[in-house]
């Protein structure tokens, strides 16, 4: 089973996740950890962007200066395209190699804050919604991040509605409950999956 999971910021999709590797054993693919490593020297992703951008926004050690990057992109915002044209593509190159070499039985989740705008859907055989409301996702990122009310405010309204996240997800994970009222939810789907499959 390969499964998608997404949500807004603060939505609690690590609650979710970790529940999923602990009681299901699942093997956990974040597309931002994928990144990060493609991003990192010797990366597969870093070798392109070091042709296609200015050395001034690379570190010493071949790194990218995030700070430099940031703001040459938010200067050049087709930058910023490119670079996920570059990025975006190698991610998923390496999510299915994982799946391919995953056994039939194995439960493999794929989270990314992008799993619906980069047509996961298309690999992936149920996309869940881990759903909780803007009040309860801002005090979760106030008090667990420390993120101030202009930044909150910035990162939701980068992301896709409530409604949009609906129509591109299969299953609503409610979490503005307990983890307990959570954590039944994900296992009554996750059987439901099962069941499915084995008729």
Same mark, same amino acid.
């Given at each position: 089973?390969?499964?998608? /999971? ?33 991003? @990192? ?5 870093? @070798? ?16 990218? =200066? ?20 570059? /990025? ?82 299969? /299953?609503?994970? =409610? ?19 099962? =069941?499915?499959?084995?008729?």
């Amino acid at each position: 089973m390969v499964l998608g /999971v997404t949500g807004g910021v603060g939505a609690g999709k690590s609650v979710v996740l970790e529940f999923l590797k602990n009681e299901y054993h699942a093997t956990i693919l974040m597309a931002d950890d994928i990144a990060k490593t493609l991003l @990192a020297p010797g990366g597969e992703a870093i @070798a392109v962007l070091k042709e296609r951008f200015p050395a001034t926004v690379f570190t010493g050690d071949g790194e990218i =200066d995030r700070e430099k990057m940031a703001a040459f992109i938010f200067q050049n915002p087709e930058k910023r395209a490119e670079m996920n044209g570059v /990025v975006f593509p190698l991610v998923r190159q390496y999510i299915c190699e994982k799946i391919s070499r995953s056994a039939p039985e194995e439960l493999v989740v794929i989270e990314a804050a992008l799993l619906i705008e980069e047509h996961y859907d298309e690999i992936c055989d149920v996309m869940w919604y881990i759903y909780s409301s803007e009040d309860h996702r801002r005090r979760r990122l106030m008090e667990n991040r420390g993120y101030s009310e202009a930044r909150i405010r910035a990162m939701m309204k980068s992301q896709l509605t409530e409604q949009q996240f609906k129509a591109g997800c299969d /299953v609503v994970i =409610d979490n503005d409950g307990s983890l307990e009222d959570t954590y039944a939810q994900i296992k009554e789907n996750i059987q439901t999956w099962k =069941d499915k499959m084995e008729r």
